[in-house]
């Protein structure tokens, strides 16, 4: 009889403890997985950067201004109304606000052109000697 009753109890204990973990393992259906929308425009902005080949054009149109950008250009990306993008140039010898509205003009143009929206010019200027 004591064998039945801890073969019982044996069985009994391998139900609930596999009904536990069958239920504690299954994925809820209550909480939906929500996305991280920045993330999403931050990849969809990326991946159109690169098919517009947006870096090269600035650097190309900036050249053709007279400007010497860095071969590298520099994005920050938050949110469609939060986008910065960073430009190194050498040999300047003048930077006022002339200068920087028509590096803006140049950005903002192209960025136009290729369904973006607009982008914050930072400046770094790098000495070179």
Do not use: C
């Not at 520099?74 to 002339?98: A, R």
């Not at 803006?104 to 790098?126: G, K, P, T, Y």
């Amino acid at each position: 009889m004591r064998g039945l009753i801890k073969g019982l109890f044996i069985l009994f204990s391998l139900i609930v403890i596999t009904a536990a973990l069958i239920k504690y393992n299954q994925p809820s259906s209550e909480r939906p997985i929500q996305k991280n929308p920045e993330i999403n425009y931050a990849d969809e902005i990326g991946e159109k950067l690169q098919n517009t080949n947006f870096t090269k054009k600035i650097l190309v149109a900036l050249r053709a201004a007279g400007y010497y950008p860095d071969s590298t250009i520099g994005y920050l990306i938050d949110s469609p109304n939060n986008q910065v993008i960073t430009i190194q140039l050498h040999n300047l010898d003048k930077f006022d606000k002339s200068t920087e509205s028509e590096i803006q003009n140049i950005v903002n143009s192209i960025a136009e052109n290729n369904d973006l929206q607009l982008f914050m010019v930072n400046i770094r200027l790098i000495d070179v000697h």
